[in-house]
Protein backbone atom coordinates (compact mmCIF):
# COMPACT_ATOMS: atom_id res chain seq x y z
CA UNK A 1 0.00 0.00 0.00
CA UNK A 2 1.53 3.64 -1.04
CA UNK A 3 2.08 6.20 1.66
CA UNK A 4 0.35 9.27 1.39
CA UNK A 5 2.30 12.08 -0.34
CA UNK A 6 1.16 14.72 2.17
CA UNK A 7 2.12 15.74 5.59
CA UNK A 8 -0.61 15.09 8.58
CA UNK A 9 -1.94 17.99 10.09
CA UNK A 10 -0.97 19.63 13.71
CA UNK A 11 -2.51 17.34 16.03
CA UNK A 12 -1.46 16.21 19.58
CA UNK A 13 0.51 13.57 20.40
CA UNK A 14 -1.67 12.16 23.96
CA UNK A 15 1.00 10.02 25.31
CA UNK A 16 3.68 12.32 25.29
CA UNK A 17 1.09 15.56 25.53
CA UNK A 18 2.62 17.53 22.80
CA UNK A 19 2.20 18.58 19.17
CA UNK A 20 3.53 16.45 16.35
CA UNK A 21 3.11 16.19 12.70
CA UNK A 22 4.02 12.81 10.42
CA UNK A 23 6.10 13.90 7.06
CA UNK A 24 7.07 10.97 4.47
CA UNK A 25 6.25 8.56 7.31
CA UNK A 26 8.68 10.18 9.83
CA UNK A 27 7.25 11.93 12.80
CA UNK A 28 8.54 15.36 14.07
CA UNK A 29 7.69 16.56 17.90
CA UNK A 30 6.88 19.98 17.76
CA UNK A 31 6.45 20.91 21.55
CA UNK A 32 3.82 21.77 23.68
CA UNK A 33 0.43 21.54 22.18
CA UNK A 34 -1.17 24.58 21.12
CA UNK A 35 2.37 26.94 22.06
CA UNK A 36 3.30 29.72 19.43
CA UNK A 37 6.45 27.91 19.11
CA UNK A 38 4.90 24.80 17.97
CA UNK A 39 2.36 26.29 15.42
CA UNK A 40 5.87 28.56 14.16
CA UNK A 41 7.68 24.87 13.80
CA UNK A 42 5.01 23.13 11.74
CA UNK A 43 4.86 25.40 9.78
CA UNK A 44 8.58 25.76 9.30
CA UNK A 45 8.80 22.02 8.38
CA UNK A 46 5.56 21.98 5.93
CA UNK A 47 6.71 24.71 4.20
CA UNK A 48 10.57 23.17 3.89
CA UNK A 49 8.46 19.89 2.86
CA UNK A 50 6.27 21.69 0.01
CA UNK A 51 9.79 23.28 -1.33
CA UNK A 52 11.35 20.00 -1.55
CA UNK A 53 8.44 18.54 -3.18
CA UNK A 54 8.47 21.61 -5.83
CA UNK A 55 12.59 20.44 -6.41
CA UNK A 56 11.90 16.40 -6.75
CA UNK A 57 12.15 15.14 -10.10
CA UNK A 58 8.82 13.84 -11.54
CA UNK A 59 7.78 10.36 -11.15
CA UNK A 60 7.97 7.99 -14.07
CA UNK A 61 10.09 5.81 -16.20
CA UNK A 62 13.58 6.62 -16.60
CA UNK A 63 14.71 6.06 -20.27
CA UNK A 64 18.36 4.81 -20.26
CA UNK A 65 21.20 6.12 -22.93
CA UNK A 66 20.78 4.01 -26.03
CA UNK A 67 24.58 3.90 -26.11
CA UNK A 68 25.29 2.91 -22.41
CA UNK A 69 25.98 -0.94 -22.56
CA UNK A 70 25.83 -3.36 -19.60
CA UNK A 71 29.02 -3.24 -18.82
CA UNK A 72 29.32 0.64 -18.77
CA UNK A 73 26.65 0.28 -16.36
CA UNK A 74 28.10 -2.24 -14.43
CA UNK A 75 31.14 -0.49 -14.25
CA UNK A 76 28.72 2.98 -12.42
CA UNK A 77 26.95 0.39 -10.30
CA UNK A 78 30.36 -0.86 -8.83
CA UNK A 79 31.68 2.92 -7.74
CA UNK A 80 28.56 3.00 -5.73
CA UNK A 81 29.12 -0.38 -4.29
CA UNK A 82 32.27 0.32 -2.97
CA UNK A 83 31.58 3.41 -1.16
CA UNK A 84 28.07 2.37 0.23
CA UNK A 85 28.96 -1.42 1.28
CA UNK A 86 31.48 -0.33 3.55
CA UNK A 87 31.61 -0.70 7.68
CA UNK A 88 34.23 0.59 9.64
CA UNK A 89 36.15 1.56 6.75
CA UNK A 90 36.17 -2.04 5.51
CA UNK A 91 34.49 -3.17 2.79
CA UNK A 92 31.76 -5.62 3.79
CA UNK A 93 30.39 -9.33 2.46
CA UNK A 94 27.60 -7.85 0.95
CA UNK A 95 30.63 -6.39 -2.08
CA UNK A 96 31.85 -9.80 -2.78
CA UNK A 97 28.34 -10.89 -3.03
CA UNK A 98 27.23 -7.95 -5.82
CA UNK A 99 30.59 -8.77 -7.25
CA UNK A 100 29.63 -12.79 -7.85
CA UNK A 101 26.11 -11.87 -9.34
CA UNK A 102 27.70 -9.25 -11.89
CA UNK A 103 29.84 -12.12 -12.88
CA UNK A 104 26.71 -13.80 -14.68
CA UNK A 105 25.33 -10.81 -16.17
CA UNK A 106 28.61 -9.72 -17.54
CA UNK A 107 28.98 -12.85 -19.33
CA UNK A 108 25.59 -13.18 -20.81
CA UNK A 109 24.62 -8.88 -21.56
CA UNK A 110 28.40 -7.52 -20.78
CA UNK A 111 28.75 -5.79 -24.77
CA UNK A 112 24.72 -5.47 -25.09
CA UNK A 113 22.90 -2.01 -24.71
CA UNK A 114 21.52 -1.11 -21.06
CA UNK A 115 18.33 -0.02 -23.04
CA UNK A 116 17.54 -3.69 -24.56
CA UNK A 117 17.77 -5.09 -21.25
CA UNK A 118 14.46 -6.26 -20.26
CA UNK A 119 12.57 -9.15 -17.63
CA UNK A 120 13.21 -11.20 -19.51
CA UNK A 121 16.82 -11.08 -20.04
CA UNK A 122 16.78 -10.53 -15.39
CA UNK A 123 14.68 -14.04 -15.77
CA UNK A 124 17.86 -15.43 -17.92
CA UNK A 125 20.51 -14.15 -15.56
CA UNK A 126 18.83 -15.39 -12.51
Not at 18 to 36: E, N, Q, W
Amino acid sequence: MPRNNRPTSYHLHKARKCAVVTIDGRGYYLGPFGSPESQERYARLIAQWRADQRHQRPSGPVRPDPSLSIEELMLAYWAHVEQYYVKDGRPTSEQDNIRQALRFLRCLYGRSSAAEFGPLALQRVR
